[in-house]
């Protein structure tokens, strides 16, 4: 099931890490992240007014 | 910093500010005060899949009491908080006890605007979950809805009681709906979008009286009109819930006024997050006060981290975004579509055929962009919504709008 909307709160909050492409998807523009960049990636991540995204530790 | 942090409301606005600080790695105590009893709960979706019935409590929830336990997040909730002590560094609950804090967020929100028809039997308004609930249950057994209002609530809730089979009059006194935060040409297609789906509109009438007959209610209107119906929604706007600061000391006109950091004016212990809040932007240079979901969890962001990192404060600076869900249309709107010095307006895209999709910019008489509407075309809005962040031109947004796809 498609969740994200396309509010693109995620690329107001962090355009370097997410963007919405043509077909109003939220893309990941940078998937690996550093643990220093974790307090930003949340917060985008609390942007999302669906909760379409989440982090996934690896 | 350590000590006590106290967020009054549960809300959005404070949910967010809480999550934040922890993410910053603020270690120390964090009180979330909230007036109702449930768990924090998200409001945009109230008046939609809510209301119609297709997400339940649950699904609209915002911190369950597992997840505030495991971000050490302290709820009281089912008491307001009824003042606060500046002086003394302290928060007074509605039960008599007392709070200290080394910081607090004041994130208290907005309530339903007040009218002379709250109390009575059949009208309602839509603010907390309770009016959602009540407000579901009411539209599987009334025929019809008179709604008063015709912004954003009221549209939405329009639309809702449309797909639910009632029929549906919407009164307002201006001559558009949600025309302010639209701007004229987007106002004028959703009103007849509502047309197209079956709903009767009465735009530019007020209401002049609405009264119980027992079981109906009537409704007299500005022109001399009459109307019978089965239950009234409010959808009037809301009011900042500022009211309990009265006498606190702290500086209160039309919300808490705060500085650029969103900190209470003269103070640097108390902030202010949401619809409470009117902090002096730079960017408009003077005071303002937001009330969308967006703006809340923005300003949530800064202020924590305006008080963790108290040497290295930001000013808060964020573009107007807010969006609503009508019918098979999902409308979004970035900066401000209705700026007073609005000078060009370009129409792109499609909003007549089977699968609407379409944007209208907004250009000041600066040459710069000043707002942009789209309707299904979130690609659109991102692009006029990062254009807004650097002060684009005008000219620049319309091209990368029209421009090629990606």
Redesign the interface.
């Known amino acids: 099931m498609r969740i994200c909307e396309g509010f693109a709160n995620c690329v107001s909050a962090a355009p370097d890490l997410f963007d919405i492409d043509d077909d109003d998807r939220v893309i990941v523009l940078q998937a690996d992240l550093d643990a220093t960049e974790r307090a930003r990636v949340e917060e985008a991540i609390r942007s999302c007014p669906v909760a379409a995204l989440t982090i996934a530790d690896t | 910093m350590t000590g006590r942090v106290v967020i009054v409301g549960s809300g959005i606005g404070g949910v967010?500010t809480a999550?934040?600080l922890r993410?910053?790695?603020y270690a120390g105590q964090l009180v979330l005060v909230g007036e109702e009893t449930e768990p924090p709960y998200?409001r945009?979706p109230l008046s939609k899949d809510f209301l119609v019935g297709r997400r339940d409590a649950d699904a609209v929830s915002l911190l369950s009491h597992q997840e505030a336990a495991e971000a050490g997040i302290s709820l009281r909730l089912g008491v307001p908080a009824e003042r606060i002590v500046p002086k003394e560094k302290s928060l007074v609950l509605g039960n008599g006890e007392v709070l200290p804090y080394d910081v607090c967020v004041v994130a208290t929100g907005a309530s339903a605007r007040p009218s002379a028809w709250n109390k009575l039997d059949g009208v309602h308004v839509l603010r907390s979950m309770a009016d959602g609930q009540a407000l579901r249950e009411r539209l599987r057994q009334w025929r019809e809805v008179a709604v008063i209002g015709g912004g954003f609530i009221g549209s939405e809730v329009a639309a809702t009681a449309r797909s639910l089979g009632l029929g549906v009059t919407v009164i307002d006194p201006l001559p558009l709906p949600m025309q302010r935060s639209l701007g004229a040409t987007v106002a004028e297609l959703v009103a007849d979008l509502h047309h197209r789906n079956g709903v009767t509109t009465r735009f530019g009438t007020g209401v002049e009286s609405v009264d119980n007959r027992g079981m109906r209610l009537d409704l007299r209107l500005s022109d001399g009109a009459t109307l019978t119906t089965d239950a009234v929604v409010l959808g009037i706007g809301a009011v900042p819930n500022d009211g309990w600061l009265t006498g606190s000391g702290l500086p209160v006109s039309n919300g808490l006024l705060c500085d650029e950091f969103c900190r209470v004016q003269g103070r640097d212990d108390i902030f202010g997050v949401g619809d409470v809040t009117r902090w002096y932007s730079p960017r408009y240079d003077g005071h303002v006060r937001v009330e969308h979901?967006?703006n809340a969890?923005?300003q949530a962001?800064c202020v924590a981290h305006n008080i963790v990192f108290p040497d290295q404060l930001t000013a808060y600076e964020a573009?107007e975004?807010v969006?609503t869900d009508q019918y098979d249309w999902?409308i979004?709107v970035a900066g401000q579509p209705a700026h007073p010095r609005v000078e060009s307006e370009a129409v792109v895209g499609d909003f007549a055929g089977p699968r609407p999709r379409g944007a209208v910019l907004y250009g000041d008489t600066t040459g710069a962009l000043c707002g942009a509407v789209t309707v299904n075309?979130?690609?659109a809005?991102?692009l006029c919504?990062?254009a807004l962040?650097v002060r684009a031109p005008y000219q620049e947004a319309l091209r990368a709008v029209t421009g090629p796809?990606?």
């Open positions: 967010r999550q934040a993410s910053l790695g998200d945009p979901w967006t969890v923005e962001r573009i975004y969006w999902k979004q075309w979130p690609r809005i991102t919504r990062q962040s796809r990606r």
